[in-house]
């Protein structure tokens, strides 16, 4: 465990170098543009603080508090807006001062907000914002914390790394402040200085707000060389961290169930990669750790009937008639929620949705044939959902449903598709009157009524990195993706509009694609007569992880 203590305090400084800091470097620079070094060692301290008690709790919070994954972060970037604009207009501030000394008979320090205390503010958002550009032992560590083994040691790990990113920040101020200090017009105009900081703010605190921190992030991961953009995984890497995690974490002993067992419990990820089908530096922490968007274990239904009380005609459904039961589970729900453990007339099945990749899907909840649920793991792979088991804590790819890290990956598991269409709910109801749908009452508090990630759907941006991103299409085109065996091609979904029989070949295997009235697009080979399940998603997600794949 102690020598975690200096590998992570390595680790952070790297982190400073890679293209992560990027978004929070011009508040960093500009801390000390006007000489007053009070506020750099503020701002210091305040993102070691909150980045340490961010990574460590936060996703707990997150759960408990039953709280959007993106809330916290949102939040902070109102701080830093508040905190700007104090410092543009400094008759905002006089008069929060004046409210305080009128109401709460308290009389802050005048200049404060300029000095350590504006640091720490400023430094204390930042920490939060930017935490998922934690490396993997911080990651494996937080999630330790999570999972009931906190304790001193995950602390002490924690702060090393935070620590880490604060010294090199440091320096970095402190060379922004003696450059400027020798400028005779920085020591002539502080109250201008001191405004344009607070604008430096402000544009940053928009920037991240848009989310075009997370845009800069996909843009460094896809067009600069993974020596720089990968540089503190690759030194954990080498120094073979695993091991030490191993001895932190301790053996995950486990009495092997039966086959037809129901195993749920509060596991630690895995994150041994003898054996894994990534590499861990493609894996990209999207959210704070484990169970950050929180999957529905216990869902409600309600009728067709209910749900038009608060579905519009073109709201999208994700749909099955299995086992004889039909049921809609509507997007707008698990925009928010990502997964749903159903159990289907005495069959435990997934439902699973990525909100940035399109892709709906369903699969038997079943892994080394021990029935158990799935949750989101907070990280990422090519933009898609990795999803982890709670028998074993497995990393799952949700588009391909392959085990990707952990004993099920060296077992070459995938899990069991479950037939799943996504259709208007106007088009759904009519062919099915009687079906159950999901209800609202998730026992989370969300707006479902709000789609949580802006324009994503229609524009060309991505809000993670993609590795050999594919422009054959837009980029968000959705398609049909069909596999064959090792072969693979895609229909646009446009080409059904006018075609509703297509009979096409997949490297010389002859398959027919037919759109059903209930919207479903069915595939058989009929070489055989088998019946394929084809995935709806965007193209460049379908591309990622078929990057052979052929276009019709």
């Known amino acids: 465990m102690l020598l975690l203590i200096p590998i992570a305090f390595i680790s952070g400084v ?7 800091v990027l978004p929070i470097l011009p508040i960093v620079l500009a801390s000390g543009i006007d000489g007053n070094g009070k506020r750099i060692k503020g701002l210091i301290a305040g993102l070691v603080l909150s980045f340490t008690i961010a990574s460590l709790l936060l996703a707990t919070l997150v759960r408990v508090l039953g709280m959007s994954a993106d809330a916290v972060r949102l939040l902070a970037v109102a701080l830093l807006i508040i905190f700007g604009a104090s410092l543009v207009f400094p008759a905002v501030w006089e008069k929060i001062q004046y409210f305080i000394e009128t ?23 930042l ?100 020596s720089w953009t990968q540089i503190a995984t690759t030194f954990e890497k080498i120094v073979n961290v695993d091991s030490q995690l191993s001895q932190l974490r301790g053996k995950n002993s486990m009495q092997k169930a039966s086959p037809g067992q129901t195993v749920v419990k509060d596991v630690i990820l895995q994150d041994d990669f003898s054996g894994a089908k990534v590499a861990k530096e493609d894996l990209l922490q999207g959210c704070f750790g484990k169970d950050c968007i929180p999957s529905i274990n216990n869902p409600k239904f309600e009728t067709a009937q209910d749900a038009d009380t608060w579905l519009a005609p073109d709201d999208r459904v994700f749909a099955l008639n299995f086992q004889s ?112 749908v999901l ?50 091609k895609a229909y646009p979904e446009d080409v059904f509009e006018k075609n509703h029989r297509i009979s096409d070949t997949i490297r010389g295997t002859p398959v027919t694609l037919e759109k059903q009235t209930n919207g479903e697009i069915a595939v058989t080979n009929t070489a055989t007569g088998e019946e394929i399940i084809p995935i709806r998603l965007f193209w460049f997600a379908w591309a990622a992880f078929h990057p052979d794949t052929e276009i019709y």
């Open 14 to 20: 790297l982190t400073v170098f890679s293209p992560c």
């Open 103 to 125: 109401h709460w008979h308290f009389q802050p320090s005048q200049g404060k907000n300029n000095g350590f205390a504006g640091g720490v503010i400023t430094g204390a958002s």
């Open 127 to 226: 920490g939060i914002v930017w935490t998922p550009c934690i490396g993997p032992v911080v990651a494996a560590v937080a999630t330790l914390a999570a999972v009931s083994s906190f304790s001193l040691s995950t602390v002490f790990i924690t702060l090393a790394y935070a620590l880490g990113t604060g010294v090199p920040l440091y320096f970095i101020a402190k060379g922004g402040s003696s450059v400027s200090q020798r400028l005779t017009f920085f020591k002539k105009e502080n109250l201008k200085i001191r405004q344009v900081f607070g604008l430096v703010i402000m544009a940053t605190a928009l920037f991240i707000w848009t989310g075009a921190d997370r845009s800069l992030q996909a843009w460094t991961l896809s067009n600069l060389p993974q």
């Open 325 to 436: 039961i039909i049921r809609a589970y509507p997007q707008k729900i698990l925009n928010w929620h990502e997964i749903v453990n159903d159990n289907i007339n005495g069959n435990p099945v997934a439902i699973t949705f990525c909100p940035l990749c399109g892709s709906a899907l369903a699969f038997e909840r079943k892994v080394d044939g021990i029935i158990t649920e799935f949750g989101v793991s907070g990280k990422l792979h090519n933009s898609d959902l990795v999803m982890y088991d709670r028998y074993e804590g497995n990393l799952w790819q949700q588009i391909t449903g392959e085990a990707i890290v952990g004993p099920a990956a060296r077992r070459n598991e995938k899990l069991v598709k479950v037939p799943i269409i996504t259709v208007d709910w106007s088009q759904w109801k009519e062919e099915y009157p009687d079906t159950q």
């Open 439 to 488: 209800s609202r009452n998730t026992g989370f508090s969300r707006n479902y009524d709000q789609y949580p990630y802006g324009a994503y759907e229609e524009d060309e941006k991505l809000l993670f990195g993609v590795k050999d991103l594919n422009r054959s299409l837009h980029i968000k085109s959705v398609v049909y993706g069909v596999e064959l065996g090792d072969a693979s």
